[in-house]
């Protein structure tokens, strides 16, 4: 215990002799202290005077540099001004890179607002930017203007008529950089041959690096305007000069049908250059001239190219309303089948929003078309059954009606391809050739009907069975030498070939069934053996087959007068009817003269009963349905 009081008293007796030292340490550093305030008390104007004049050198230095700054931008201005001043026509690079430099120089003293007078050379600067800004568009007006010519109708119509168009990502068929726009002239491309230059290929650069300027300096909707009236007045006449003109349905409809086919045939004409040349040409030129340019180049090529397509569609649109007539039918699907032709064509080059109503205008008129053509269909098998006309065929021959009918029916034929694509508008995925069947069995049948009506103007029952087997023979036979018959089938011709049998039998029994009876003689001997000189005991008396000769002398030769002007125009149907007479007539002439001839040859003028031999008899029916008086 003892011990470690003692360890404490020297503990503390050692903190004690510490503190002693601390403070002997603390009172000599504050001597030094003071020693060396008072040397940098002495020392600091000597310093104050060295750093002023250290900054007054370095202001010199700025004040020099910016000096120079100053000037050589004053004069890049000059530079750029006179330049500018001159105008973008002569050098348009040059002039573009001048702009340039002075609005960086304007940049520079926007920077520089500390700067005596630099308000006042901003804005001369900015006066003068302006002025160039106006120049540019004045430029990119004159050189729209200038060369937004129409392309003569020499060169489109002399254009080759069928280029191959293609789906072709190359720029060089496309005539800009395909990275840079979507559009369809880029894919629309010819791979032989090319739509003709809508502007001079040295003026599009110029066209561009103008255009790119004008949306860079915010005047887009200058720009816009200027490309878009330049290029609808070019296209316009264009159109107006190959001879496009906006009609109405009053104008269609009094046109003649020769002077409307003579114009159909130019406006599908039209229709094929414009599709091909003129505005894949424009859709073409819009994407060069703003190739890499944030611009709406769909609404703007929409706009220039809108009232030429309308005018371009307005004789089809017009056609179409008008006055339905068979006649026109023909015309009609001429048209469709143009305008069918060209519907990806209108997909393409018109796809996006913009031409939405462009495409819509095309696309209606499509089904229009069609719309019209089937109504027209409906509108022949009306006239065809209805038909009242006056012309009678005195001859029995084939009525102008069934020419007509059948003529037309052959006619549709020539436009099967075109058929088929118009009753998809309405019958998609159907079966088009049974589209075509039920319209050609409807004509046919109106066609039959109307037949079967005018056979009830002949009073004669035989002229009126050799019309209906006419007519009917004739719709046959024209439907065997067709296209028709793989449609109409080979059930419907057999039908209508039983219908002339038909007609023919009912002639053979109403013309030659008295002829026939009259040599038939009740109670006569059908043995062949010669006829007794006493005629009592076989029933049948002298005077009864002079009777008999005679009745058939003069049956023969009135229907010898008359059918011989009645008229089979059909040869196999003419021979067919010949024959079928003579396998009834002759054998039972020839039985009745060998059997009862005897009896009139002794008489004072036997040629009064023999009057026709049976060669005669066989010449005569040699001369049915000629169609001309014949000699006896």
């Known amino acids: 215990m003892e011990a470690l009081v003692q360890r404490v008293r020297k503990l503390r007796a050692s903190i004690e002799s510490s503190e002693g030292y601390a403070e002997s340490t603390a009172a000599v550093l504050g001597s030094y202290e003071q020693r060396l305030s008072d040397i940098d008390a002495a020392m600091r104007p000597i310093q104050v005077s060295r750093q002023a004049a250290q900054r007054a050198h370095d202001n010199i230095d700025r004040a020099i540099r910016a000096a120079n700054d100053i000037l050589a931008q004053v004069v890049t201005a000059r530079e750029a001004e006179a330049t500018i001043l001159k105008g973008p026509h002569e050098d348009l690079e040059s002039y573009l890179k001048a702009v340039d430099r002075l609005k960086e120089v304007a940049g520079f003293f926007t920077l520089k607002d500390n700067f005596n007078n630099c308000e006042r050379f901003l804005n001369d600067i900015n006066i003068l930017l302006s002025k160039s800004s106006l120049m540019i568009e004045e430029e990119f007006k004159n050189l729209m203007i200038t060369h937004s010519t129409p392309v003569e109708p020499d060169l489109l119509l002399g254009w080759p008529s069928k280029p191959k168009w293609a789906i072709d990502g190359d720029t060089e068929a496309s005539g800009g950089n395909s990275g840079d726009s979507k559009h369809p002239s880029k894919s629309l491309a010819t791979t032989i041959d090319r739509t003709p230059a809508m502007i001079l290929p040295r003026i599009l650069p110029l066209l561009n690096a103008l255009a790119q300027r004008l949306v860079q300096d915010g005047n887009q909707q200058s720009c816009y305007r200027i490309y878009r009236d330049a290029r609808r007045s070019a296209l316009e006449l264009s159109l107006r000069k190959l001879g496009v003109e906006k009609l109405s349905k009053d104008d269609v409809e009094r046109m003649k049908l020769d002077a409307l086919e003579a114009k159909i045939g130019k406006c599908t004409q039209f229709m094929r250059i414009a599709m091909r040349l003129l505005l894949p040409g424009?859709?073409?030129?819009?994407?060069?001239?703003?190739?890499?340019?944030?611009?709406?180049?769909?609404?703007?090529?929409?706009?220039?190219?809108?009232?030429?397509?309308?005018?371009?569609?307005?004789?089809?649109?017009?056609?179409?309303?008008?006055?339905?007539?068979?006649?026109?039918?023909?015309?009609?699907?001429?048209?469709?089948?143009?305008?069918?032709?060209?519907?990806?064509?209108?997909?393409?080059?018109?796809?996006?929003?913009?031409?939405?109503?462009?495409?819509?205008?095309?696309?209606?008129?499509?089904?229009?078309?069609?719309?019209?053509?089937?109504?027209?269909?409906?509108?022949?098998?009306?006239?065809?059954?209805?038909?009242?006309s006056k012309t009678n065929v005195h001859d029995g021959t084939v009525h102008p009606l069934t020419i007509y009918a059948i003529d037309y029916v052959k006619c549709l034929f020539d436009y099967q391809s075109t058929l088929k694509l118009l009753f998809q508008e309405f019958e998609t995925g159907s079966d088009t050739e049974f589209q075509l069947g039920v319209v050609l069995i409807k004509i046919?049948?109106?066609?039959?009907?109307?037949?079967?009506?005018?056979?009830?103007?002949?009073?004669?029952?035989?002229?009126?069975?050799?019309?209906?087997?006419?007519?009917?023979?004739?719709?046959?036979?024209?439907?065997?030498?067709?296209?028709?018959?793989?449609?109409?089938?080979?059930?419907?011709?057999?039908?209508?070939?039983?219908?002339?049998?038909?007609?023919?039998?009912?002639?053979?029994?109403?013309?030659?069934?008295?002829?026939?009876?009259?040599?038939?003689?009740?109670?006569?001997?059908?043995?062949?053996?010669?006829?007794?000189?006493?005629?009592?005991?076989?029933?049948?008396?002298?005077?009864?087959?002079?009777?008999?000769?005679?009745?058939?002398?003069?049956?023969?030769?009135?229907?010898?007068?008359?059918?011989?002007?009645?008229?089979?125009?059909?040869?196999?149907?003419?021979?067919?009817?010949?024959?079928?007479?003579?396998?009834?007539l002759l054998p039972a002439y020839r039985s009745f003269v060998k059997r009862f001839g005897n009896l009139v040859e002794n008489e004072k003028k036997p040629h009064k009963y023999l009057k026709y031999s049976l060669e005669g008899v066989d010449q005569l029916l040699g001369e049915f349905f000629e169609g001309q008086q014949s000699g006896e």
């Open 282 to 388: 424009e859709r073409k030129l819009c994407d060069e001239v703003f190739d890499g340019i944030s611009f709406n180049k769909d609404q703007c090529f929409a706009e220039l190219a809108g009232t030429g397509v309308l005018t371009l569609l307005s004789f089809a649109d017009a056609f179409a309303k008008s006055k339905r007539s068979p006649e026109k039918l023909f015309l009609l699907l001429d048209i469709y089948e143009v305008m069918h032709e060209f519907g990806s064509e209108v997909e393409v080059i018109f796809q996006d929003s913009f031409c939405s109503e462009i495409r819509g205008a095309a696309l209606g008129l499509l089904k229009l078309l069609a719309q019209t053509a089937q109504e027209t269909f409906v509108d022949f098998e009306e006239i065809i059954e209805k038909d009242t």
């Open 444 to 584: 046919m049948q109106a066609l039959q009907n109307n037949l079967d009506g005018k056979s009830k103007q002949y009073k004669d029952p035989a002229l009126m069975c050799i019309f209906l087997a006419n007519n009917v023979h004739y719709m046959v036979t024209s439907v065997r030498r067709s296209e028709a018959k793989n449609i109409l089938g080979d059930y419907w011709i057999q039908r209508h070939r039983r219908i002339v049998q038909q007609n023919a039998n009912q002639y053979k029994r109403v013309a030659w069934g008295k002829v026939v009876q009259t040599l038939s003689v009740q109670g006569a001997s059908s043995t062949g053996m010669s006829i007794p000189s006493d005629l009592s005991s076989s029933g049948v008396s002298r005077a009864m087959i002079k009777e008999r000769f005679k009745s058939f002398n003069m049956q023969f030769g009135e229907l010898h007068a008359k059918q011989s002007l009645w008229t089979i125009p059909d040869q196999e149907l003419r021979e067919t009817l010949r024959l079928a007479i003579a396998e009834v």
